[in-house]
């Protein structure tokens, strides 16, 4: 079955309900299933006239958008297989993947992406047209179309292509932490399989009055099923093109449903815990008093036990007084929210569950077509990544390596069947790369991922992600990187919260001058060894940091610093930032 057949039967049930909305001019707007459908298939027929054909592959170089949405289904819809860059994608990266890919046609969002896209096109003897969603973008008429004039006089009835579980649907080229990234090659089959097990693993009521907010980007197989999950089930999504809009975005769009990374929740912690600790004592009396009653009614209903009438009632109160305000953030409608890409604290976790706000912690790859696993409704355990959903089946490996096989296993890495074997064990099982164990409860516990455990030169084993994890659930601190391996103790790479930085520079009368500058003093810097002194009370002696160095500025995803998930690439930094290390160790 092709996987976009939800939409003919979608907009036969409800053809009038919206099924997506995008912002334009500065105004939400909505497309009914209808319409959307109508732009779909006139964009189907656009690439079918302009020559793409089954199993041609079509580029989306963009930001997230209505548009990016509606050509990835033409194209699936056609039978061609969509292959996602990431907007953060510089040209040599964008280059590669076209070059890899071997695509027909790309849809570019904005002005960078489209000059870039030239540049390629003049050199690559595949690639065809440039089709550009933005009119605000200036082209050159030469193999060039906005897509507004691209679909205009196309027809919008189409006959979907009918495809096989095995036929392929997407490229999705991982950003991967190390090494040249490789065409994760995903069938219909995996998309479609894996949101039938995810309907049969949640049991949703109603899902077709759901809304859901697009905020990570479509290329990341994470937003991708997601998003392609809620329209199959009959939701509404809406997307944001400028990620930096979220907290606005939030309040005006009031999403139910939304998916992110740990840092997203991290950084909503930490900002709470900042403020009750610079709250008066009745304050923090009330807040305390409030968390504690949350987590009361939240571990009984974690366990599937009632609640009283009086605990229900404190918890009312506990809402009304502080929990209703940090939700009106957030919109105040949020009650279901994946979370993936990287591990979480179990004390974040707890602390949005207390509040009323779940969390569904989930784990897997690009490779996996995102979820193996995650967080059921009721019994899930904190610090864990939950259960297996639909037929996944996992396994501890050499080494404690997490091995799965199921439906949501990729078909291999396009044109690198080398590659592919590798990752295989001969009977069979995916390799993750992550190390794992199973509770006594059969669920899911991720230890790190095997490349990135570290052996200090004392023979000491150090797993960077808890520590890495700790350190950013502090207000300060944005981003740690540890680094320990064949060294004698462990350092850190450390990127203030620059925000809360800037705001206690008065309170220690520290004028502002640059970064560069203000991470170098010395109050700074004694700051956060008394920041760092508080946070790794818990640890191990050989697990603490003992010396770090105070970033100037973020790791940025343009230099590959960073994948667009927010995932440090170790290699990257430990080669850029080799000297700074080195005097840490001096």
């Known amino acids: ?185 995903l069938t219909h089959g995996n998309f479609y399989k894996c949101f039938d097990a995810h309907f049969d693993f949640f049991k949703f009521k109603n899902f077709e009055n759901e809304h859901s907010l697009a905020f990570l980007p479509l290329t990341h197989v994470f937003e991708r099923s997601w998003t392609l999950l809620c329209l199959y089930g009959g939701a509404k999504v809406t997307f944001l093109e400028n990620t930096k809009l979220i907290a606005s975005t939030l309040t005006e769009v009031k999403p139910t449903m939304m998916c992110s990374v740990p840092r997203f929740y991290q950084k909503i912690y930490a900002g709470i815990q900042e403020m009750v600790s610079e709250s008066t004592e009745s304050k923090k009396k009330i807040f305390n008093w409030a968390m504690k009653v949350g987590a009361e009614v939240a571990e009984l209903k974690r366990t599937g036990k009632s609640v009283s009438f009086s605990l229900k009632l404190k918890n009312y109160i506990a809402n009304t007084l502080v929990f209703k305000k940090i939700k009106h953030k957030m919109g105040g409608n949020l009650w279901f929210m994946p979370c993936g890409g990287a591990s979480i604290s179990a004390e974040v976790t707890q602390f949005f569950d207390a509040m009323g706000i779940h969390i569904t912690v989930g784990y897997g790859l690009t490779e996996t077509t995102a979820t193996l696993t995650a967080f059921p409704f009721q019994n899930y355990e904190y610090g864990t990544a939950g259960i297996t959903l639909g037929d996944t089946k996992i396994r501890i490996g050499e080494n404690d390596e997490i091995q799965a096989k199921g439906s949501g296993i990729m078909k291999g890495y396009y044109k690198k069947p080398a590659e592919t074997a590798e990752v295989f064990t001969n009977d069979g099982w995916f390799k993750t790369g992550d190390a794992g164990k199973f509770d006594e409860k059969g669920n899911l516990v991720i230890t790190d991922r095997i490349k990135d455990l570290m052996k200090t030169s004392n023979g000491k084993y150090v797993a960077p992600q808890p520590i890495e994890n700790l350190l950013s659930n502090n207000n300060f601190i944005t981003q740690a990187m540890v680094i320990a391996e064949g060294k004698p103790f462990v350092t850190a790479l450390i990127i203030p919260n620059f925000e809360a930085l800037k705001e206690l520079l008065p309170k220690l009368n520290i004028p502002f001058t640059s970064w560069e500058e203000i991470v170098n003093t010395d109050k700074i810097k004694d700051f956060y060894h008394q920041k760092l002194d508080e946070i790794q009370k818990q640890l191990s002696g050989f697990e603490k940091v003992k010396k770090f160095v105070l970033m100037p500025a973020e790791f940025e995803i343009t230099t590959g610093e960073i994948t667009p998930t927010l995932k440090v690439k170790r290699n990257v930094v430990l080669a850029k930032y080799v000297d700074l290390i080195d005097k840490m160790y001096s």
């Not at 004039?149 to 096989?164: G, L, N, R, T």
Request: aromatic share 10%; with cysteine.
């Open 1 to 185: 079955m092709n996987v976009t057949h939800f939409l003919n039967s979608n907009t036969q049930k409800f053809p009038l309900k919206s099924a997506i909305g995008y912002k334009k001019k500065e105004e939400w707007k909505e497309l009914s299933w209808a319409n959307f459908r109508r732009m779909v298939f006139k964009t189907a027929n656009a690439l079918k006239t302009a020559g793409i054909v089954e199993n041609d592959r079509v580029a989306i170089y963009s930001d997230n958008s209505a548009e990016w949405i509606i050509f990835d289904l033409a194209v699936l819809s056609l039978g061609a297989v969509t292959v996602p860059i990431y907007s953060t994608n510089n040209l040599e990266q964008a280059e590669y993947i076209l070059a890899d890919s071997e695509a027909k046609i790309i849809l570019v969002g904005n002005q960078d992406q489209y000059d870039a896209a030239v540049e390629i096109l003049n050199k690559n003897q595949v690639l065809q047209q440039i089709i550009v969603s933005k009119k605000s973008v200036w082209i050159q008429k030469e193999k060039s179309q906005y897509l507004e004039d691209f679909i205009k006089k196309c027809d919008e009835h189409f006959e979907i292509v009918e495809k096989d579980d095995e036929d392929l649907a997407t490229i999705i080229y991982t950003s991967g932490t190390t090494g040249v990234p490789k065409g994760v090659m």
